[in-house]
């Protein structure tokens, strides 16, 4: 059935640091690709996202790639903030199957 | 104004009890769903609504009887509760499947004792 994969599971850097998440998707007719950040006690928050006729986003710090050949997809952060610290998902979804299929999670932690 | 609002946050029951989770969406969505997140965070998909119809049932027990008595609404029942239920459950929302964003609610944490 339909994977996604992601990794690391989790991930510390020092505050003003980049940080890198990747995700593998198994269903090369996956066509939206959320990134959801997770803070304790809180429902995930979509923080950025990509369809699959684009190949990079960018919104301020954060911006995703979108390789379709390779079927990866990555989150970058630039310039990392304490308040960075949270739990990053991944997801695919592909039109009419009305589900995203979500990663395993990030934990980032940004060290001040 | 919450977009997605669950009920309650926090359910702690004993083991064999029923129990329901109450949802609404003031978004105008039509497509409404229950994941459950373990206790290693994975979000697994239990339930697709759209327009009030099931349209996923992900291999959920019989005793998770899901309810969608409007497009705003999306309730959750659970019969005979079991220790392994015991999760967060999340409800969330989108305009019409999964072409875009998700909302999702606060959770529900369940703890069966």
């Known amino acids: 059935g339909e994977n996604v994969e992601q990794h690391p599971s989790t991930l510390s850097v020092q505050e003003g640091d980049s940080a890198v998440i990747k995700c593998t998707y198994s269903?090369?007719?996956?066509?939206?690709f959320p990134w959801y950040k997770q803070e304790l006690g809180k429902g995930p928050q979509l923080i950025i996202d990509?369809?699959?006729?684009?190949g990079e986003k960018k919104d301020q710090r954060i911006a995703v790639t979108l390789n379709k050949t390779a079927k990866h997809f990555s989150l970058h952060i630039t310039e990392t903030q304490p308040e960075d610290s949270a739990v990053y998902f991944c997801?695919?979804?592909?039109?009419?199957?009305?589900?995203?299929?979500f990663g395993t999670g990030t934990r980032l932690k940004v060290l001040a | 104004d919450t977009a997605v609002s669950q009920t309650p946050k926090y359910l702690v029951t004993q083991m064999g009890n029923d129990k329901s989770i109450k949802c609404e969406q003031n978004?105008?969505?039509?497509?409404m769903y229950w994941y459950k997140q373990d206790s290693k965070k994975f979000l697994k998909i239990m339930f697709s609504?759209?327009?009030?119809?099931?349209?996923i049932n992900e291999t959920v027990p019989n005793r998770f009887s899901p309810k969608s008595p409007d497009k705003a609404h999306l309730n959750l029942h659970i019969n005979s509760l079991e220790l392994g239920d015991s999760a967060v459950y999340f409800c969330?929302?989108?305009?019409?499947?999964?072409?875009?964003?998700?909302?999702f609610g606060q959770g529900t944490r369940l703890t069966v004792v």
């Open positions: 969330a929302s989108s305009v019409h499947g999964v072409d875009t964003e998700a909302f």
């Open positions: 269903d090369s007719a996956s066509n939206y």
């Open positions: 990509i369809r699959s006729n684009v």
């Open positions: 997801a695919a979804s592909k039109k009419g199957t009305y589900k995203y299929i």
């Open positions: 978004l105008g969505h039509d497509t």
């Open positions: 609504y759209n327009n009030k119809e099931l349209i």
